[in-house]
């Protein structure tokens, strides 16, 4: 029965316990992060991971170390630890500035948002979200000037594409006007050679024909060319 409520005592002072480690470690993370020794604070922070204090100073050093990735998991985990709505908004704006650091301007716009319905009158929270909303107004503004840019290329090349298919068709049109111009003179050219050539036994007609028509010629020329008698012939009475 003793060693019962030795037990049952050991459990109550527990959570005493772990706050004190906790307490430590946080202090000796505060004392390394203000030297700048970013290391060791880191180091013991991470022994006090259980405390929301210990989790978001943990974040801070981690951010500094630009860790930035890893600062944000830690801030988010204090968002959700945090039980007042301080704690929540502490987290929640550090949480905006890891996503601006990251260039991810919708999240730390939807971070500094969390953090100022939990305490509207923040003026630096305020700054930040008024920033972020800037900076993303100018990102999707640069987007959209190169999706344009891209649209206006592509039109280019469709341009040039086109004239490229119109001065090949051209091309094909005036290489195949040329070869129906060759195939026509071919063709013009093929029946004059064939006239042209004779067969061997009209040409020997053709010469027989033309040596005699020169003897009829010379036949007739001599028979002019023979003397006609001066006086007529006497008649026999």
Request: aromatic fraction near 6%.
């Amino acid at each position: 029965m003793a060693r019962l409520k030795t037990l049952i005592l050991l459990l109550a002072c527990a959570p005493a316990i772990h706050a004190q480690e906790a307490d430590r470690a946080i202090r000796k993370g505060n004392t390394a992060y203000n030297e700048g020794d970013l290391k060791d604070a880191v180091r013991a922070y991470s022994g006090a991971e259980k405390d929301e204090r210990g989790m978001f100073n943990l974040g801070n050093a981690l951010y500094r170390q630009d860790s930035t990735k890893q600062a944000q998991q830690r801030f988010e985990n204090a968002a959700s630890m945090a039980k007042t709505p301080d704690g929540q908004a502490r987290a929640y704006h550090n949480l905006g500035n890891s996503w601006m650091k990251q260039r991810n301007y919708q999240e730390a716009i939807n971070a500094y948002k969390e953090a100022l319905k939990r305490t509207p009158l923040d003026n630096d929270t305020r700054y930040n979200l008024a920033y972020a909303q800037e900076k993303l107004a100018r990102e999707q503004q640069q987007q959209k000037k190169d999706k344009d840019k891209d649209k206006d290329k592509d039109k280019d090349k469709d341009k040039e594409k086109d004239k490229q298919d119109k001065d090949q068709e051209k091309q094909d049109q005036q290489q195949n006007n040329d070869k129906q111009r060759q195939a026509q003179q071919q063709q013009d050219q093929e029946p004059r050679q064939q006239q042209d050539r004779i067969d061997p036994q009209d040409a020997k007609r053709m010469l027989d024909a033309a040596q005699q028509q020169e003897k009829d010629v010379q036949e007739k020329v001599r028979r002019l060319m023979q003397p006609k008698p001066t006086t007529p012939p006497a008649k026999d009475w």
